[in-house]
């Protein structure tokens, strides 16, 4: 990791840079299904993806002595413009040039929760914008959706997928700070919001994750799995709003309503391999920390004033909109 420090000695920013990167990680659910795929540095703001489009089959068969005509190789590219986030907390000249200050641990925490919920939360938005749109029982548009999730639903995602080509997750990025893999069972993942917990759980055929064989198969924020997905959980994924049809059985602005209230539409990302590719928070550039005890100058006489702060850049893009399903439903309000 390359990061930038500001005014701490290397072993106390060496300290500071891991407590972010743990206390961010287990926030970001994303970050481990997506293709990783880091921005170079002096390489401008714009991330290009390319993937190149199937061939037709060549079912007619060869004449005696004649050449086909061929075929010319079509691809499709994804363009992403990365963008600057971050901010900062002041300190006050209780800080010390130690990593087992409180101050200091606590605003580095405090950081660390910011810039996970911060890029997972972008991510989420450039993804839920895919055109691959799911609804569950006699809805048609966000608007008409007046039902919870559904096997039957779930079950004509998976067929779409299949035919689209859509290959299972088999390889998961690490929950670490280092950049590498990890095997998974594979299977299609589906991401949702934790406001669903109870839907999902009384699906039909539902296992959860309590009952897997191996134990140690589960991912952080897994309930189970139905079928062909298994299912992750996190509070961070919001709904759309009073999107939905008007009644008195599902949640409407995150709370259990008396009223006839349009109902909150909760997104489910059904996600294939490489269907999106991230510039993520890990890697070498990809976080700068700051850390500046206070110092005497001109603005600060006294040396009173210090900061903790964090900048990244970032960039998401959806490489095939058939290979990430949303899923538009809503939740139960009384759950039994």
């Given at each position: 990791m390359n990061n930038t420090y500001g005014a701490i000695s290397p072993r106390t920013a060496g300290f500071a840079t891991k407590d972010l990167l743990e206390r961010g990680q287990h926030?970001?659910?994303l970050e481990r299904f997506g293709q990783f795929d880091p921005q170079p540095k002096n390489?401008?703001?714009?991330r290009k993806w390319r993937r190149y489009l199937s061939l037709p089959r060549a079912t007619a068969p060869l004449a005696e002595g004649v050449t086909p005509a061929g075929q010319r190789l079509t691809y499709?590219?994804?363009d992403a413009t990365l963008e600057q986030f971050g901010d900062l907390v002041w300190l006050t000249d209780v800080i010390k040039d130690t990593h087992e200050d409180p101050v200091l641990q606590e605003s580095m925490k405090i950081c660390g929760e910011q810039a996970a919920e911060t890029v997972e939360v972008i991510r989420y938005n450039t993804l839920k914008a895919g055109t691959n749109?799911?609804?569950?029982?006699?809805?048609t548009t966000r608007a008409t959706v007046?039902?919870?999730?559904?096997?039957s639903m779930f079950r004509l995602i998976y067929r779409a997928m299949k035919r689209n080509k859509g290959r299972e997750i088999s390889e998961i990025v690490k929950p670490s700070a280092l950049v590498s893999t990890e095997p998974v069972s594979s299977a299609y993942f589906a991401l949702g919001s934790t406001d669903l917990d109870a839907?999902?759980?009384g699906i039909s055929g539902f296992v959860p994750e309590a009952n897997y064989a191996n134990p140690n198969a589960k991912m952080e924020g897994e309930i189970g799995k139905l079928e062909q997905m298994r299912f992750i959980l996190t509070p961070l994924f919001e709904p759309f709003l009073a999107a939905g049809v008007a009644g008195t059985t599902y949640l409407s602005g995150g709370v259990k309503v008396s009223g006839a209230t349009a109902c909150d539409v909760y997104p489910i990302l059904v996600l294939a391999r490489d269907s999106y590719a991230i510039c993520p928070l890990q890697g070498e550039k990809a976080v700068n920390i700051g850390v500046v005890n206070p110092?005497?100058?001109?603005?600060?006489p006294l040396a009173q004033r210090g900061l903790v702060s964090w900048k990244t850049y970032q960039a998401t893009a959806i490489l095939n909109h058939l290979?990430?399903?949303?899923?538009?439903v809503a939740a139960t309000s009384d759950p039994t």
């Amino acid at each position: 990791m390359n990061n930038t420090y500001g005014a701490i000695s290397p072993r106390t920013a060496g300290f500071a840079t891991k407590d972010l990167l743990e206390r961010g990680q287990h926030l970001m659910v994303l970050e481990r299904f997506g293709q990783f795929d880091p921005q170079p540095k002096n390489k401008t703001r714009t991330r290009k993806w390319r993937r190149y489009l199937s061939l037709p089959r060549a079912t007619a068969p060869l004449a005696e002595g004649v050449t086909p005509a061929g075929q010319r190789l079509t691809y499709v590219d994804i363009d992403a413009t990365l963008e600057q986030f971050g901010d900062l907390v002041w300190l006050t000249d209780v800080i010390k040039d130690t990593h087992e200050d409180p101050v200091l641990q606590e605003s580095m925490k405090i950081c660390g929760e910011q810039a996970a919920e911060t890029v997972e939360v972008i991510r989420y938005n450039t993804l839920k914008a895919g055109t691959n749109v799911f609804f569950p029982g006699t809805a048609t548009t966000r608007a008409t959706v007046n039902s919870p999730a559904t096997r039957s639903m779930f079950r004509l995602i998976y067929r779409a997928m299949k035919r689209n080509k859509g290959r299972e997750i088999s390889e998961i990025v690490k929950p670490s700070a280092l950049v590498s893999t990890e095997p998974v069972s594979s299977a299609y993942f589906a991401l949702g919001s934790t406001d669903l917990d109870a839907d999902i759980r009384g699906i039909s055929g539902f296992v959860p994750e309590a009952n897997y064989a191996n134990p140690n198969a589960k991912m952080e924020g897994e309930i189970g799995k139905l079928e062909q997905m298994r299912f992750i959980l996190t509070p961070l994924f919001e709904p759309f709003l009073a999107a939905g049809v008007a009644g008195t059985t599902y949640l409407s602005g995150g709370v259990k309503v008396s009223g006839a209230t349009a109902c909150d539409v909760y997104p489910i990302l059904v996600l294939a391999r490489d269907s999106y590719a991230i510039c993520p928070l890990q890697g070498e550039k990809a976080v700068n920390i700051g850390v500046v005890n206070p110092m005497h100058s001109t603005d600060d006489p006294l040396a009173q004033r210090g900061l903790v702060s964090w900048k990244t850049y970032q960039a998401t893009a959806i490489l095939n909109h058939l290979w990430i399903a949303r899923a538009e439903v809503a939740a139960t309000s009384d759950p039994t």
